[in-house]
Structures are given as structure tokens and as C-alpha cells.
């Protein structure tokens, strides 16, 4: 399984940016896996940021981005998105997406990760 995210870029304090993840080379249909994503800021450890359910049934998101980020995805196009709206400074960070085939937020149960979108939010 591949994960390829994209669409990082700069913005300003209070804007909105949309990052897309796309999968390829799956051993198992898309809405098999469970979808998160997960940021890592220069010198703090990566944390969660959202998850999705296969069929888009079920979501979690993490405190800081919850009311301003929103996690979706198309599973005919072997894609999932993260919106992310009234941005932060402090969601400044390298943006993954990762799969796994279980509900959770924990990063040891991802088993596939793409490579990283950088998203810089100036103040």
C-alpha cells in the first residue's frame, strides 16, 4: 500500500487549505482501511489529527482542530482530504496520512504512511 499526500502549502492566520491523500497499490478494497492524519511540528512528536471509518460512518478528531478541521474521503477515487479552516500558527507542521484496518488513534496501529505535506501558516 502507497500513500502519496499533497496540496500543503502556505497560508495566513485564519485561512483555510484542503490536503489530499491518495492510496495506490492496495491489498484490500479502500474502504477497508481506517484513514487518519497526523502532524509533526519541528521539534515535537508526531500526534493525531483526525481519523476516518471506511464508510465515512464514523470520525475523530483531536481537541486543538476539532469545529476547524474536517476529515473526508472518496473512496471511488482512493482518496481522503483534510480541510482545515481558520488556521493557527501552531498548525504549522509536516501533515501524514497513514492507514490501518482498526478504529484507533494510536500510531503503532497505522501500518502505512505517506510521506509528508508541509503546511506553514504565517501569523
Known amino acids: 500500500v502507497q500513500l502519496q499526500a499533497s496540496g500543503g502549502g502556505l497560508v495566513k492566520a485564519g485561512g483555510s487549505l484542503r490536503i489530499s491523500c491518495a492510496a495506490s497499490?492496495?491489498?484490500?478494497?479502500?474502504?477497508?482501511?481506517?484513514m487518519g492524519w497526523f502532524r509533526q511540528a519541528p521539534g515535537l512528536k508526531r500526534e493525531f489529527v483526525a481519523a476516518?471509518?471506511?464508510?465515512?460512518?464514523?470520525?475523530d478528531y483531536a481537541d486543538p482542530v476539532n469545529g476547524r478541521f474536517t476529515i473526508s474521503r472518496d473512496n471511488a477515487k482512493n482518496m481522503i482530504y483534510l480541510q482545515m479552516n481558520a488556521l493557527k500558527p501552531e498548525d504549522a507542521a509536516v501533515y501524514y496520512c497513514?492507514?490501518?484496518?482498526?478504529?484507533?488513534?494510536?500510531?503503532?496501529?497505522?501500518?502505512?504512511w505517506g510521506q509528508g505535506t508541509q503546511v506553514t501558516v504565517s501569523s
Open positions: 497513514a492507514a490501518r484496518l482498526t478504529i484507533g488513534r494510536d500510531m503503532s496501529g497505522y501500518r502505512y
Open positions: 497499490s492496495l491489498t484490500r478494497a479502500f474502504n477497508d482501511y481506517y
Open positions: 476516518i471509518s471506511g464508510s465515512s460512518a464514523f470520525d
